[in-house]
Structure formats: structure tokens, C-alpha cells
């Protein structure tokens, strides 16, 4: 019996502290944080908003091949990923940590 009360004891303590332990590392609000990729998207979209000029470039790589998107008319995060429109109406959905850059400066035609 003494050993019962024991282990009752311990797991009463174990799932107390663990309790405690995911209360304290909770957001506010209880709104789980976002992630990396979650923040990079955002923070692309955002750089998208910024930009005045057109057109828009997006350069892409992925598997050591560089594409550069042009004409782009709108950049949205959702989730961990981007999601981008151009001016032909093709809808692009991509990782953000593919995206090298978004820039209204031309890019330079190789010879």
C-alpha cells in the first residue's frame, strides 16, 4: 500500500510540474508562436507591400536553379508558405526559404 500511495504521489507531482512547465512557455493569449518559416513569409509579403515601382521581381532557387519571376502582382503569406499571383494570373505556391529576393530593380540578361 505504501508503495502504491508512492507512485500515486509521483505522478500526481510529474503532471503538476508538467503542467506548469507548458503554462509558463505558453504565449499570451494562448496563441501557439510562429515559426521561422511562418515569420519569413510574412516578412516577404510585407517587403512586397513596400515596394512602389513596378515591375515586380521575384528570384526563386531551388535545387541549384535560380528562376526569376516577373510581373508580380501580389505576395501573400499563408502559413509557412507564399503565395504568389502575376500579372498572367498564375498562382505560384512556394517555400519562402526559396525565395532569394523580391526587388523592383531589373535583373541583368546574361549575354
Given at each position: 500500500?505504501?508503495?502504491?500511495?508512492?507512485?500515486l504521489l509521483l505522478a500526481t507531482l510529474a503532471t503538476?510540474?508538467?503542467?506548469?512547465?507548458?503554462?509558463?512557455?505558453?504565449?499570451?493569449?494562448?496563441?501557439?508562436?510562429?515559426?521561422?518559416?511562418?515569420?519569413?513569409?510574412?516578412?516577404?509579403?510585407?517587403?512586397?507591400?513596400?515596394?512602389?515601382?513596378?515591375?515586380?521581381?521575384?528570384?526563386?532557387?531551388?535545387?541549384?536553379?535560380?528562376?526569376?519571376?516577373?510581373?508580380?502582382?501580389?505576395?501573400?503569406?499563408?502559413?509557412?508558405?507564399?503565395?504568389?499571383?502575376?500579372?498572367?494570373?498564375?498562382?505560384?505556391?512556394?517555400?519562402?526559404?526559396?525565395?532569394?529576393?523580391?526587388?523592383?530593380?531589373?535583373?541583368?540578361?546574361?549575354?
Amino acid at each position: 500500500m505504501k508503495t502504491l500511495t508512492t507512485l500515486l504521489l509521483l505522478a500526481t507531482l510529474a503532471t503538476g510540474f508538467g503542467q506548469s512547465v507548458d503554462a509558463a512557455l505558453a504565449r499570451p493569449g494562448g496563441a501557439p508562436a510562429p515559426t521561422e518559416v511562418e515569420e519569413l513569409a510574412r516578412s516577404y509579403a510585407a517587403a512586397f507591400a513596400s515596394l512602389t515601382r513596378t515591375p515586380v521581381y521575384l528570384i526563386h532557387s531551388r535545387d541549384d536553379t535560380s528562376t526569376v519571376l516577373s510581373g508580380i502582382k501580389s505576395v501573400r503569406a499563408v502559413g509557412g508558405v507564399l503565395v504568389v499571383q502575376d500579372d498572367k494570373g498564375l498562382t505560384y505556391v512556394m517555400n519562402p526559404r526559396d525565395v532569394v529576393m523580391i526587388t523592383d530593380a531589373a535583373t541583368k540578361k546574361e549575354p
